[in-house]
């Protein structure tokens, strides 16, 4: 498109306006978020909304700053299960994104760079499983997760994205460019094939790597209803759950439920900013089987 | 002498061989963990749902005996203890409807604008702040939404504001039709920067010689869109637009939290929170399994034309 040149058009002043307006539609409720996390319920709702909270409201005695967030961290009945399953959430997206990121290029090298039988069947095979959508197969999966026992561990709630078919396309077609004469160089220097893998390759694909490694822990991150199958004890949630059942019992006390949202969210957002790069170039491909 | 030397080709031939096959083996090892993996969580579920949707297997006691066709039969003309499938099915095409058309104009024109911007810097500006959303995660993202759409919250005091009414409820959580509205409203709200970035890349990707030429030749700026931008970005649109389809067809968090947040279920009844409620917690399996292959036929014919959309996107040459 021919960019603006010389002065400012009309044109280009209601281009302005419009990005304007849509960037307040879009930052308006974190805003909201973050500012009545700090609020009580009569404040949040009050009419006008005030988004500066008066100096005389944090100096009544039954308030602090913090009152908002140390309800969010003790929960409904007081035992304090945040931190956990926040720990959880960590634990379960950190080790899914990481086998997401190791098996896809393992598998990927394997379908770029070698020639094998079957090796178009192998492949075929990996994309028709995108599209088999997670919520088709959820019920099964449950099943077969509690049939081998794996309810209210972590290996059931990691196991079922340990692997993306997506990650797997993203490496093969990404390495399908990497050049073959390096994996020969190295073959004549008598490197074994694993350690090419994991000496040659593996360096070489980082912004892949990275964009999956994202895209998986955004994810994982998010996902509420694998876990709310799988774990149904207090200590083995996650946090989307966590702040569902919180939201569900503190319904009257928005502040409280501002501050679980914002504890929460706090994570992805340093993550996004110190990331953005990768964030924006893994949105423009589009992950097919998410969880 | 020829003897010889057809024997030693022989010999190489018959190394090079070993080694091409000592690396077909590697290669094909190289993909054995993940073809494990996709055999036990998805080819085996997806036959396992299929073989279940035939049964009448419940969630409590192991016997489960054939049936036939009696939970298609059952989830598509009963009514499910108040949750029928043809409601949940109308929900979720009136969702995905009501989200992927105004979210493709809005972003496609959000994207046209900011190419036009004089600077990449606030370019990547708007692009960060616009997919921030997509960030939070789904359940934070309806926690907030349910305070602001609360009688006495922000959305009632700007539409307040913009309708020049005064002390209206527009009851955003609680009337059947406006919930739906809400939903659309959080999902939008939510990927709408991902769909922006989807577009600025497809737009980034049209070369500028093209409209240099059209500019030399007098075209307009609004003539310009209409015969060069869109026609050129139509296998972008076309993509584009069935991923946001697939995309919604898959709702579950916001619903879900609206619903534990006291909302009313039937109208925000999509097809995956009605296998949830049938599977795990009414522990009718098989019904629910039926109705995942139902979600499955369904996704599967999005699929389909995605592939032929993609196929239409790799013919188009600048």
Known sequence: ?291 | MSGALSGKKKVRKNKIYSIERKQARWGFAFTVPCLVFFAIFSFYPIIYAFITSFTNRQAIGRNYEFTGLENYVYIFTKNNGGFPLSNSIRATLVFTIGTFVPMIVVSLILATFMMQLRRDRYRGFFQLMYYMPAVLSSVVAAAIWMIIFDPRGLMNQVSNFVMHTSGVDYNWLVDPIMIQVSTIIIYFWKYIGYFVILFITGLASIPPTIYEAATVDGSSRWHTFWRITLPLLKPTTAMVSIMAMLQCLKTFSTQFMLYQGGSPRAPIDVITMNIYFTGIRNGRLGRASAMSIVLFVIMLVFTYLQLVANRSSEDVEY
């Open chain 1, 1 to 291: 498109m021919n960019k603006f040149v010389g002065k400012i058009s009309f044109v280009e002043i209601l281009v302005w306006i419009f990005l304007i307006l849509v960037f307040f539609f879009t930052i308006t409720p974190i805003a909201f978020m973050a500012v009545s996390s700090f609020m009580d319920a009569r404040q949040i709702l009050d009419m006008p909304f005030r988004w500066i909270p008066s100096r005389e409201y944090f100096s009544s005695a039954d308030r602090t700053f913090f009152t908002n967030f140390q309800k969010a961290i003790l929960g409904n009945n007081e035992n304090a299960t945040f931190f956990r399953n926040m720990f959880n959430s960590f634990f379960v997206a950190i080790v899914d994104s990481i086998t997401t990121v190791l098996l896809a290029s393992l598998c990927g090298y394997g379908l770029a760079k070698f020639r094998f039988k079957g090796r178009n069947f192998v492949f075929m095979s990996i994309m028709a499983t995108m599209m088999i959508p997670f919520e088709a197969i959820m019920i099964p999966l449950y099943m077969v997760v509690s049939g081998m026992k794996l309810m209210n561990t972590y290996r059931g709630l990691i196991f079922p994205f340990m692997v993306s078919a997506f990650g797997v396309f993203q490496m093969r077609q990404y390495l399908l460019t990497f050049p073959t004469e390096y994996l020969d160089a190295a073959r004549v220097d008598g490197l074994s094939e694993p350690r090419i893998y994991s000496s040659i390759v593996l360096p070489n694909c980082k912004p892949v790597i990275a964009t999956l490694g994202i895209l998986s822990f955004r994810n994982q991150w998010d996902n509420l209803l694998w876990p709310l199958l799988v774990a149904q004890r207090e200590y083995m949630k996650t946090l989307p759950q966590y702040i569902t059942q919180f939201s569900e019992e503190k319904m009257t006390d928005e502040g409280a439920m501002m501050a679980c949202a914002f504890l929460a969210s706090i994570p992805m957002i340093i993550l996004f900013f110190s990331l953005s790069k990768y964030f924006l170039g893994g949105a423009a491909v589009y992950e097919s089987r998410k969880g």
